[in-house]
Each structure stands twice: as C-alpha cells, then as structure tokens.
C-alpha cells in the first residue's frame, strides 16, 4: 500500500522534471489511487518540505481533503467546493510556471465540469428548480447581496485560468501557456450558452480578434480543444448575423472532427445545415442524410418542403423543430428559410405559366394563399391581399433573389427573360 511519504516523492519528482502529466494524474479525482490516498493525513508542512514550491503545497494539500471528502464523507456540494478551490491554487502556481502546468489546469476544469453535473444530477427537483430560480434573478437582478450560482462560480475561475494562459509572454512557443487558450475559452463559452449571457462570448471573441496573430493556430492545439472553440464561435458568428463567418468556423470544426466522432459531427450539422443552406443556396443531398440520421430526423422534412415551396409543411415542421432551433441558436436564421419556400414556389408558378416573363400578382396570391392552407380557395376569399402578395415579391427582387421589377398600376411582376430566379 502507498504511504504519503512514497506519494509526496512521487509529485516532487515530477514536479523537478516538470511532468505536467504524472502531476494532473496525482492531483486527479478519476484515480484509481484515490481512495488509497483518502487514507492518507492531511500532510504537514514538516511533511511537505521536499516540495519547495509553497503554492504546489497548498495544492496537495486541497487534493488531499477532496480525496478524504469524496471517500468518506461523500458530499457532492462539499466536494464541489474544494475542487473550485483546488483550481483557484492552481491558478496561483500558473501564473510563475511555464507550459509543464497546463495538464493539471485542464484536468482539474475537466472535473470539475463533471462534478458540476454530478451535483446537479443528485439534487432534487425542488432543489434543482430552486438552482434554477437563483440562476435566472442573479442574470436579471443587480442584487449584491445575491450569492452567484454554481455556473458563475465555474466561469469566474476559468476566466482567471484563461487570463493566465492568454497574458504568457513566453516567446518560445514550445513552453507558452497560450497553447492552452481555446480549451479554456472552449470552457467559458459551454458556461456562458448555460447562462445565456452572449455578450460575455462575445466580449472573449473580439479580444482575441485583437491578438490573433500571437495565437497558436487551429492546426497546432489539440483538435478536440479547436473542434470546442470553432462550434461555439460559429454558434456566436451566427447569433450576431455573421452567417458566412459561422459557416466557414463550422466547416474547420466539421472536418476536425474526423468521420469516428459521429456524434460531435451530427451536434456541428444541426447548426452547419441551416447556415450552410442559406449562405451557399445548396440543400443537403441523400449521402449526408444517410450518414447523419440525427440530422435527417431534424431537418429532412423541411427541407424538403421548401424544394417543393410548400408553406403549410415548412410551418408544421418548423413548430415541431422549435425547440432545437432555439437550444441550437439557429431560430432566426431558420426562419429567414421560409423566404426561400416561397421562391420555390414563384419558381414553379412562373414554369406552370409558361416562363412568361409578367407574372400576375393574382396569380402569386392564389399560390401563396393554397400553399398556406392546403385548401381550395373560395373566389375572392383570400387571407392573404394582393398587397401583401406584392409585398412578398418586392422583398424577394429587393434581395436579389428574384430579377424584375413591380408594375404596381398592372398588378404584374415584370421578371427579367435571362435568369429571372439566379442561383
């Protein structure tokens, strides 16, 4: 059986090689040695002399009481806690260490994630509800005097960890702890989606606009950390109308991802499809339904329905898919497709009539009016005007989608005879 003494040579002999590794897996919850070290007393200073470094110390010190709680007393919120703690020490010994410090600073925010799910997956549901109340009165409540939550404790400290990385004046890159900037802010933006506070994401990407070049690039960091970033900063692109920057981050994370990470690949689509669609005008084909079911499952159907400008089916499905697009930041983008049904309804209105080039207002009313409904219309008992047909039109050769102009005094569309619907 391991004593303390053998464990505390064991972390000063890799703290004097600088074994990020051995140590990340010394001062881990996940160890198999863990409930071995719950055993041990909580080490004295006498007992740390061998350490020479008073903040590492402190560390072992913190991990050791985690070890003791998680064992012993198994108290998820106490044992939350601590590991806030543990990375608030590690924080501290970052700020004079080099690169070797980034393994336990990355295992310790992987845990304590996962401890923030744990803890949650324990309370009740009143407890839970109660979590969430707090959650939402401290996003919209100047109250000083209200604790912050669970998740704004999280953000608070990795903030500090990403500070730390991002202000490594280190000109040698081999030991910069800036290679670890886009996994903690990774970290920060799943934080900040849960809190709903965009506008701190977006603060985090435009200080990195500003120190771009001192970066590392996507291709130098670990992929699983650039595939986190890209998805969030999409995300954020999209949110703020930047539709051709999310899709081309989007595409970077896509194809990081590699073809045996399914599910990540399938979570990158249900934000890529949409966004893609309606930067590029290309629908998805049968091959990628085939091998994303997840994604077939969402999208196929209303897909479809606007290839076949069919405004009743779009609106059914998009009510059905509400939910995801609101979860998945994609609600407005996706409702800007709903233009796109209508085009491919003049389309085939416009080849029904013979390509003729004046296209009757009536006309485009009628077909907006069944579409909608699914239902023959009674003679002049339209819900929608021709004003409103019009209106449509306009806005569609306003935005290029469709070349012409609007005889207003002849109720007519005049399209264009070369490519009246451009691609």
Not at 31 to 43: A, D, G, I, Y
Not at 94 to 117: C, F, G, H, Q, S
Not at 165 to 175: E, W
Not at 385 to 399: G, M, R
């Amino acid at each position: 059986m391991s004593s303390l003494k053998s464990y505390l040579d064991d972390v000063s002999l890799a703290i004097f090689y600088k074994d990020g590794g051995k140590i990340a897996s010394m001062i881990s919850i996940s160890s198999p040695e863990l409930t071995t070290r719950s055993q041990f007393p909580v080490p004295t200073q006498y007992d740390l002399q061998g350490i020479n470094n008073e903040k590492l110390m402190i560390v072992l010190q913190t991990y050791l009481k985690i070890a003791k709680v998680i064992v012993h007393e198994q108290d998820i919120v106490q044992v939350f806690e601590l590991e806030l703690e543990l990375l608030q020490c590690l924080n501290r010994c970052a700020e004079k260490e080099d690169v070797w410090i980034i393994p336990p600073l990355i295992n310790t925010t992987k845990e304590l994630r996962k401890l923030y799910n744990a803890k949650l997956s324990i309370l009740s549901k009143q407890d839970l509800q109660k979590q969430h109340d707090n959650n939402y009165d401290n996003n919209n409540n100047n109250n000083n005097n209200d604790k912050p939550s669970d998740l704004e404790k999280m953000a608070n400290m990795i903030s500090k960890s990403f500070q730390i990385c991002l202000n490594d004046r280190n000109l040698d890159q081999n030991k910069s702890k800036r290679i670890a900037v886009f996994f903690f802010i990774g970290e920060l933006f799943k934080i900040y989606s849960n809190l709903q506070k965009y506008d701190m994401a977006r603060s985090i990407e435009k200080t990195l606009t500003s120190l771009r070049d001192g970066l590392p690039t996507m291709e130098s960091i670990n992929k699983s950390h650039a595939v986190t970033y890209l998805y969030f900063s999409g995300s954020i692109a999209c949110s703020q109308g930047n539709f051709e920057e999310a899709r081309s981050r989007l595409l970077r994370a896509f194809a990081f991802c590699g073809k045996s990470f399914k599910s990540q690949q399938e979570s990158i689509l249900l934000l890529l499809i949409p966004i893609n669609f309606f930067t590029n005008k290309k629908f998805p084909n049968d091959k990628l339904w085939e091998n994303y079911p997840i994604s077939k499952s969402v999208y196929y159907k209303i897909f479809k329905s606007i290839k076949k400008g069919d405004l009743k089916s779009f609106d059914n499905e998009f009510k059905k898919i509400e939910a995801i697009l609101l979860k998945k930041q994609v609600y407005i983008v996706m409702m800007k497709l709903r233009l796109f049904v209508i085009l491919s309804l003049l389309k085939r209105i416009w080849k029904i009539l013979g390509q003729n080039p004046h296209l009757p207002i009536s006309a485009v009313q009628l077909a907006l009016e069944y579409s909608s409904s699914h239902k023959p219309v009674n003679e002049g008992n339209f819900s929608i005007t021709l004003d409103a047909a019009e209106s449509t039109l306009s806005t569609l050769i306003a935005s290029g989608k469709i070349k012409g102009y609007i005889s207003h005094g002849n109720r007519v569309a005049v399209l264009s005879k070369n490519e009246p619907f451009p691609n």
